[in-house]
């Protein structure tokens, strides 16, 4: 064995056993992985290597001197970027909400104080996150270390033979050892993956969903597999904005606890029955294109099951076409009044109230069958499946927003049916169309509720879904990318999605306008759909944990002693970017134990701190002035101090703190109490859904062909 021989394999070796140390992950599958491709290792004089693929017989790296190369590129990319950061807005509060109560109070700090959301990474000594799209051989990343702290890391690298090459290139034992004694992080994507955002979002829920609000993107190298990368990557702002807050934890956890303890029925994982699996289902939202295919639905209304999403049941009831399912992701009071706006007070009566457990109890209500899912991501069923096993066969759900169309199109899938067809699900609408909504929705058109602000602003141009463009926004975006999501996740059950709606391109779907389905339901025979319905029923159970049970959750002790922890930490004055950063990352992992009833009670917490957390780091980085921006965050930190110092005044009217509901705990008129370094506004006045007082001339529901 040549000298050259056992320096390659004494580097890998060496390197092997750090990442068996730190990322045994990592190191399994590499241990005794064979390449690909082969690869030729190129010596150079200064001791570093390059690798030449013998395919094409080319060097990877185009250069005599890759530690060169490296140094080169690492202070381009400083000089040439930013660090990308982002903020909220004053939030209007229309329900009186302890989050928006200090994140308005953070925001005007904020304002006050910084002006720029770029900071150059000139600039900086230290930055919270970097991600690097390739990782090639790796001699830049301790380049990049070299003059920069990078809290944390991620190293997103398609090509397997590559990093593998880079264990026997790369000094990774000493960058690893050096990451580990700083307390610094770093997370590693290797091969090709199609949920690359999903794992960075896994990884930063652990060490503080914050970091990914102050991020820059380092391309190594550039070719198709990284080009596939960076369009996932594109939303990548969005996973900010996955997190809820303290209320709407509370709020859904009491939605939920009312559904538990007033013997609402909840969706199982039994199989649902075989022979209508495959039935036609045709999901249904309030988009514009709904009015062009009318016709077709109304004349087929009786040869599919059909999903109402939100005020789609409005259009549907005017059009005469009868819903079997109304999909509901709301935790809101007020759905209930746009379906009490439903003049025939009978026409729910048959209808299947599909929804997940922080469904408000003014919604439950109106519906004489519920159907609940458990929502995977929210706290509550969570922690009930790990406490009582009885409760293992709930089905959760994913995806379900956030927009009602994902309710539908999710919950079709986890109810078992795999054939589905979508209409008025635009996300968005067309170009040249003037309304975001159908015509017949008569809580836009003849009530007076506004269609054409807010959340229906649509800016941004995409993709349509018959060849044309769409007008859309960040939330019909991530609508339609969730729909493509959860129809990918559930491949293995041979899901076929037929868009029909003429407005923005879901990834999975097949576009397929209602006029071409005509021959493949002409023929198709008439559904029975009470014994769908009752077979759907058939999944659901009611849940048997007693009040006291349920009340035991949420110990007041544990709470106040969580919040006296994160006090602690967050007392101790730092005076530096990067003792911030890891201060914050600490309260983070904190908060994210595995013991069922902590992280239960931590996670209330959580959700609204890494609000908070986002703003002290916009904050942190809004100015070239190190001292200045850390005094800035830590003014921020003492209104964290009195929210962590007023939240258990709110968490001790649980589990009854039904949203709207919750008012009559505020007897002096105020958002809870006047904190030292944040006051409390006064309660908002609940408003009234309706603008206009509309008399709808249709007493009963007439169904039409």
Known sequence: MSNNEKYLLGRFSINLKAFEKYYPSIAKPLKNYTPLKTFDFIYEENNSLNIKFTDTNCPFYNTNNVIEYSKEQVLKFINENSIQNDSYSKIEDKYGQISFKYTNRLVNIDNENIKSNELGLSYVNSIANCIMVGCGLGYQIAELYERIEIHHLTIIEPNIDLFYASLFCFDWK???????NNDFGINFIIGKHEDILDRIYSYFSSQGLFLLSSRTLYIHYENQDILDCMKQLVNLRNLTLRQGNIDGYLFGVSHGCYAILNQKKFITTQKINKKICDYPVFVIGSGPSLDDDVPFIRKNQDKAIIIACGTAIDSLYHLGIKPDIYANTEREPYIKDTLEAIPDKKFLDDIILMASDVCHPNTLSCFKHVALF????????????????????????????????NMGVSGAIYLGFRNIYLFGIDNGK????????SAHVSLYKKMGVSDSSGAYIVKTVTAGNFGTECDTNTLYQRSTQNIGLVIEKNAKNNIVCFNCSDGALIPHTVSMHSYELSSKFNNAPQLDKHYIKQQILKKTRTINISKQQIEDL????????????ITEILNKKVQGRMELLKQMSLVSKELNTNQAIKHFQSSFLDCSLQTFFIEITHALYGNKDEVFCVNVANQMIDCILDFLKEAPDFFMHMPYYIKGEHKKYFSDGKVGKDMPHCSAP????????????????????EKKY
């Not at 544990?558 to 919040?563: A, G, L, M, S, Y």
């Open 682 to 701: 006064k309660f908002p006045v609940l408003e009234k859904i309706y603008k206009l007082d509309y008399v709808d001339p249709q007493n009963v529901f």
């Open 374 to 405: 458990s929502k995977g991501n929210e706290p509550l069923m969570k922690c009930l499946k790990m406490t009582f096993k009885s409760l293992q066969n709930l089905q959760d759900i994913y995806y379900m927003n956030p927009l009602v169309g």
């Open 430 to 437: 067309r170009k040249g169309r003037t309304s975001i909504h």
């Open 174 to 180: 000493n960058l690893l050892d050096f990451i580990n």
């Open 554 to 565: 949420f110990d007041m002790h544990i709470f106040k002693n969580i919040c006296e922890k």
